[in-house]
């Protein structure tokens, strides 16, 4: 009930975007974006299918004067879009939260502050968390306008998706799971 009473508002915070063949812009091809917020004003996500291997999470925390007292096994930067891209955000799971935490649905939050990094870099931060620079902006209309273009579909954030560790696999783990068998369709629209 709470879902349809969301979708009848015509705001998708908390849903996944997942793009589709007709996506134009290559930053976007195949990603898979997490939608934190959707309003009248715009929209913010975090693509969760990109990884930055030109920057490492421990040398970023050390660079940032934080203190690395656990073991960070293979923790990656995400790409999260290419607005404010020196930005950082923390997505992650509900079991954590501060002042400036903004939860955004069925148990996932984001925090852009740097006491989540601590906790994080001393093995006690969020059981779930990616972090990724930069996010996926749109202004009043813009989303709108390219879920009508055919540009994204919509899927739902599963913890697998959202925070597993084989990222190559999550666009098509994202289009499976939301019913669509992605090599039926045509990158190009066409008329009748």
Same mark, same amino acid.
């Given at each position: 009930?709470?879902?349809?009473?969301?979708?009848?508002?015509?705001?998708?915070?908390?849903?996944?975007?997942?793009?589709?063949?007709?996506?134009?812009?290559?930053?976007?091809?195949?990603?898979?974006?997490?939608?934190?917020?959707?309003?009248?004003?715009?929209?913010?996500?975090?693509?969760?299918?990109?990884?930055?291997?030109?920057?490492?999470?421990?040398?970023?925390?050390?660079?940032?004067?934080?203190?690395?007292?656990?073991?960070? @096994?293979?923790?990656?930067?995400?790409?999260?879009?290419?607005?404010?891209?020196?930005?950082?955000?923390?997505?992650?799971?509900?079991?954590?939260?501060?002042?400036?935490?903004?939860?955004?649905?069925?148990?996932?939050?984001?925090?852009?502050?740097?006491?989540?990094?601590?906790?994080?870099?001393?093995?006690?931060?969020?059981?779930?968390?990616?972090?990724?620079?930069?996010?996926?902006?749109?202004?009043?209309?813009?989303?709108?306008?390219?879920?009508?273009?055919?540009?994204?579909?919509?899927?739902? @954030?599963?913890?697998?998706?959202?925070?597993?560790?084989?990222?190559?696999?999550?666009?098509?783990?994202?289009?499976?799971?939301?019913?669509?068998?992605?090599?039926?369709?045509?990158?190009?629209?066409?008329?009748?």
């Amino acid at each position: 009930m709470i879902e349809m009473e969301h979708q009848h508002q015509g705001y998708l915070a908390g849903r996944l975007l997942i793009a589709l063949p007709a996506m134009l812009d290559p930053r976007f091809s195949q990603s898979v974006i997490y939608l934190c917020s959707h309003n009248e004003r715009g929209a913010m996500g975090l693509i969760v299918n990109q990884i930055m291997d030109t920057v490492n999470f421990c040398d970023m925390l050390t660079a940032m004067n934080i203190k690395v007292d656990h073991a960070q @096994p293979k923790r990656q930067v995400h790409f999260g879009g290419p607005v404010e891209a020196e930005r950082g955000f923390v997505l992650h799971s509900a079991d954590y939260s501060c002042e400036g935490t903004l939860e955004i649905k069925d148990g996932v939050s984001l925090t852009a502050t740097r006491d989540v990094l601590q906790l994080i870099a001393s093995g006690t931060g969020p059981k779930n968390s990616l972090f990724a620079l930069g996010y996926a902006g749109w202004g009043p209309g813009q989303l709108d306008a390219e879920i009508q273009g055919n540009s994204w579909m919509f899927g739902v @954030p599963e913890t697998e998706i959202l925070f597993g560790k084989k990222h190559a696999q999550k666009w098509s783990l994202a289009t499976s799971r939301a019913g669509i068998d992605i090599s039926a369709l045509s990158s190009e629209s066409g008329n009748a």
